[in-house]
């Protein structure tokens, strides 16, 4: 049974190898053991009273959780992307107002709100966050289901993408069945001719949360490399 659903997931890697590696390419390409990002804080090592090891476990958790959400992007996860996104967003502000000696809990939204009134996020800054908590929402709480079923049922919204499939050679199974292994499959009739296309739902959405999240970290801190220098320089 093992070795039957090994080669199942063989099947299933060699399907989707060609988009994982564009997706991969989009969020810049695999870094040291998988998506490194390149704005985060500079993680200290040792800490010596509970507060310093709350700051140690928000600073490592930032780029952890950016690996989680880049890699649920490139696999296809696009609804684990966003939700991941956000919790990488909230994850980096609590470090903000922690470090600052503020203790503040509730939701992403209110986080944001004190974020911005403390003068941690820039007018531009929140306008990229409140995006991120909006989508999050959308997935977390099936507003979309609720408030426009059309967007999943029909595809007619703009959290997804639909690609025209042109070789619809490997969508063909061996006994002539049309798969998208775990995609949707749309077909449409015109002129005496069926067009065939992928629709990769909330792909637009969670790459627009991916990407927001990642410039948003990129205005709260220096790249790591030059964090790096400045602390060798110290030492």
């Not at 063909?172 to 069945?177: A, E, L, R, S, V």
Request: hydrophobic share 35%; charged share 25%.
């Amino acid at each position: 049974m093992l070795a039957i659903i090994e080669e199942r997931l063989r099947g299933i890697a060699d399907y989707h190898i060609p988009e994982w590696a564009q997706r991969l390419e989009d969020v810049g390409g695999p870094g040291v053991g998988g998506t490194q990002l390149a704005y985060a804080p500079y993680f200290v090592q040792s800490a010596e009273t509970q507060d310093e090891l709350v700051a140690m476990a928000l600073e490592s958790s930032i780029p952890a959780t950016w690996e989680e959400a880049a890699w649920c992007y490139v696999l296809g996860r696009f609804r684990a992307c966003i939700v991941m996104s956000a919790a990488l967003l909230e994850i980096a502000l609590k470090y903000e107002l922690y470090r600052r000696g503020i203790r503040k809990s509730g939701t992403l939204g209110t986080i944001i709100q004190e974020c911005s009134k403390e003068g941690i996020l820039s007018e531009p800054i929140r306008s990229l966050a409140q995006p991120i908590n909006q989508r999050r929402n959308d997935v977390m709480h099936a507003n979309v289901q609720i408030d426009r079923p059309e967007s999943l049922l029909s595809h007619t919204g703009d959290e997804h993408e639909i690609e025209p499939i042109r070789d619809l050679s490997r969508n063909i199974t061996p006994d002539g069945w049309i798969t998208g292994d775990g995609e949707t499959i749309e077909i449409s009739f015109s002129k005496g001719r069926s067009d065939y296309s992928r629709v990769l739902v909330f792909k637009k959405a969670a790459r627009a949360s991916l990407f927001e999240v990642r410039e948003i970290l990129k205005s709260l801190y220096s790249p790591l490399s030059d964090q790096q220098a400045q602390e060798d320089n110290k030492s």
